[in-house]
């Protein structure tokens, strides 16, 4: 007998009912998928050790490293530009692969390059991309409201920033919200196994680093700067998006959540501190709407869209733009 639950509580699946136990379920019988993926189990709120060790671990090794370098003066602008590389490399298979493509089919492409944006998506270490974008989804669905799974608003800051993404409780893949993605075996198997692309990268960086060096300390400082520590902003990068975004900017749009736009936050992220326009207007390709609104991610696609590896780029209709002054 299943009694009242507390407030973000996952009920079990049962008849009627979705995998979260929040909606009913959409076919499930016929869902050829569903045999092969175990059922979405009730978690609690620990820190999961498989996501908070190595997270800590990160942390630790890439500042304390990037401070002994700065302290002895051992920074070079070989350095800076590894972390800035790879940082920005892997924010675009964030934000354009796991949330504008994977997360709300804001453009398409083939299978070969949808499953690059996955991979690079994959190094930054934030999980698989179908257990990110099945989640984000679920972030839409309930903005702010009691069953975002990380809204500021509805809890703390540091639950919407890291919280909600180091504790066991999510861990699972919600197959259910996937499915269109799920279909490809090697998309799961990457979701899967979502480590390796990360540690993977981190050694062939300190390769790299040793070959054109010619001695380990090359190797381990191309390993810090360009794995390490851009892990570590690129982490906070991404987060800043779940937490400040939802608290910090302005609201051109009146939407039923919390969401603004954020200037200093679209740089850092390649353009998804738009976030309130991305909330009233999900599926577009850009979400800088407007041309002072910078969008470097939109930039990138729209590149690769002359060259015909992305296509069917969606942009804001025109009552969209025109909605902002009865909006504001
Ligand atoms: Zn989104
Ligand atoms: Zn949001």
Redesign the pocket.
């Known amino acids: 007998m299943q009694t009242a639950l507390p407030p973000l509580r996952i009920a079990p699946a049962g008849p009627g009912l979705s995998e979260r136990g929040d909606e009913p379920a959409p076919s499930t019988g016929e869902n050829p998928l569903a045999k092969f993926f175990p059922p979405y189990v009730e978690g609690d709120e620990r820190l999961d050790r498989w996501t908070s060790i190595p997270y800590i671990f990160v942390h630790t090794v890439g500042i304390i490293g990037a401070g002994v370098a700065i302290a002895y003066g051992q920074v070079t602008w070989v350095d800076v530009l590894l972390c800035g590389l790879f940082y920005y490399l892997r924010m675009f298979g964030i934000t354009a692969g796991y ?1 504008r493509y994977f ?2 089919r804001a453009y398409k492409t083939g299978r070969i390059f949808q499953f690059i944006l996955a991979f690079i998506g994959t190094t930054s270490l934030q999980k698989g991309v179908l257990w990110w974008a099945a989640h ?1 989804r679920q972030h ?1 669905k309930y903005s702010d409201q009691e069953r975002d799974i990380h809204s500021p608003v509805q809890r703390s800051f540091h639950w919407a920033h890291q919280g909600w993404f180091l504790c066991g409780r999510y861990d699972r893949t919600d197959w259910e919200r996937i499915q269109d993605f799920a279909k490809y075996p090697e998309l799961r198997w990457l979701n899967t196994n979502f480590r390796g692309p990360a540690i993977g990268s981190v050694i062939l960086m300190f390769l790299i680093g040793w070959l054109v060096r010619g001695d380990v300390m090359g190797g381990l400082r191309a390993g810090l700067w360009g794995g390490f520590f851009s892990t570590v902003l690129l982490w906070h990068g991404t987060f800043t998006i779940n937490s400040l975004a939802h608290v910090w900017g302005s609201r051109r749009y009146k939407t039923t959540d919390d969401s603004r736009n954020n200037f200093f936050l679209a740089l850092i992220t390649m353009g998804e501190g738009w976030h309130n326009n ?1 909330h009233y207007y ?1 599926s577009t390709a850009n979400q800088g709407f407007f041309w002072w609104e910078v969008d470097f991610s939109y930039y990138i696609l729209k590149v690769l869209s002359w060259f015909g590896i992305v296509w069917d780029l969606r942009t804001p209709p025109k009552h969209v733009l025109e909605n902002r002054a009865a909006s504001a």
């Open positions: 949330h997360s709300h984000h839409h991305h999900q």
